[in-house]
């Protein structure tokens, strides 16, 4: 879905016009424009977070865009994350595809690629594959440990990105300059405190942690890195306050197995879990075994009978319901299963209309 070449950034000053803003703004310049032009991003969750940062930076001219995304558009999502309508959300259409869409219209001189997969320790490689920085906009440890591990072991900077309720947490790293998230956090913290499936989240917040990411991202890729805040900010939005936590010494005194000694465990898959209950609603997902590649219209002859309706088939999933379920299964067997939160149910129910 490449729109341009990000390998020959179109720099003449008329293609300039449209970020002169950017362009007169003191910290940036010219220069930091044709950097930006010329940069390449992966975006690993276009969700809240994920839809306020690729339209800032989208905006702003980078010039490759990755978007990875293992979800579809929902009517819940619209009330923060921006780049979808109510048209996508009936469709729905897979989140990196319709953002992609989006984002095209606004500015068509990126490179826009919309990847729909779950992001896993198998496949997380090569979807940071030649791209410069990585943007954390998922909802999950899990996912941040397996970029923090591909970003440590190629050297990449990543910028992590988290909001529930009206708080958030932002925190640049730069391996082997600063501390990387295995060093403040040695595993995944447990499934212990409020999630955006409990608490909610306001979308005020959304765009106070993507702005603060999308400026560490600007920085960072036009090389403006002494100005570069390394410390975890915490924001309350709704009291309006910001904390600011220098955490350098966890990495200077600390002994980080994946920055210090080069051990990525969760890029090694010994984090890796079948299941994994959705954030915000009655789902679960189940990845396949394998990536086996399923086989849309077979299983679709064989649902229509029982299905509460004719099942959707489009060239990204497959979705229908039975039962009091939802199922949304993808091209590589992974499936969404609606309508309920326990991994065991939605296990059976894979099992049953899917196959093992
Ligand atoms: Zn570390």
Redesign the pocket.
């Given at each position: 879905m490449d729109h341009a070449d990000p390998s020959k950034p179109n720099t003449d000053q008329s293609d300039l016009a449209r970020y002169s803003r950017q362009v007169i703004f003191e910290h940036l310049g010219e220069q930091a424009q044709r950097r930006l032009l010329a940069a390449r991003v992966t975006l690993i969750g276009c969700g809240a977070l994920g839809t306020v940062l690729a339209d800032m930076l989208v905006r702003a001219g980078i010039g490759y865009f990755r978007i990875v995304d293992r979800d579809c558009v929902e009517l819940s999502n619209l009330q923060r994350q921006i780049l979808f309508t109510e048209k996508d959300a009936a469709n729905g259409v897979p989140k990196a595809v319709a953002a992609a869409k989006r984002l095209a219209e606004i500015n068509a001189d990126v490179a826009i690629d919309p990847v729909v997969i779950d992001a896993n320790s198998a496949n997380v490689e090569s979807l940071a594959e030649s791209t410069q920085l990585l943007l954390d906009g998922t909802d999950n440890f899990e996912t941040r440990f397996l970029i923090n591990d591909v970003a440590v072991k190629r050297c990449l900077p990543w910028i992590y990105g988290a909001c529930v309720g009206a708080e958030g947490m932002v925190l640049p790293i730069l391996p082997g300059i600063t501390?990387?998230l295995?060093?403040i956090w040695e595993q995944p913290p447990p499934g212990v405190g409020p999630t955006c499936d409990t608490a909610g989240v306001i979308a005020p917040i959304v765009h106070i942690v993507a702005a603060l990411q999308a400026v560490a991202a600007i920085q960072i890729l036009t090389g403006n890195t002494t100005e570069l805040n390394r410390k975890l900010v915490r924001i309350n939005s709704w009291t309006g306050s910001f904390d600011q936590f220098d955490l350098q010494s966890a990495?200077d005194e600390g002994d980080?197995p994946?920055?210090?000694h080069g051990e990525f465990a969760h890029l090694a898959g010994q984090y890796d879990a079948r299941t994994a209950v959705l954030c915000e609603r009655d789902a679960v997902q189940i990845r396949a075994g394998t990536d086996m590649g399923v086989d849309f219209e077979q299983i679709a002859a064989r649902i229509t009978p029982i299905a509460k309706s004719p099942p959707t088939l489009n060239r990204y999933l497959l979705r229908f319901d039975v039962d009091r379920y939802q199922v949304t299964l993808f091209r590589d067997g992974r499936a969404i299963i609606k309508g309920t939160s326990e991994p065991d149910e939605a296990r059976s129910v894979y099992a049953k209309y899917i196959g093992t």
């Open positions: 501390p990387c295995k060093c990495r980080c994946c920055c210090r």
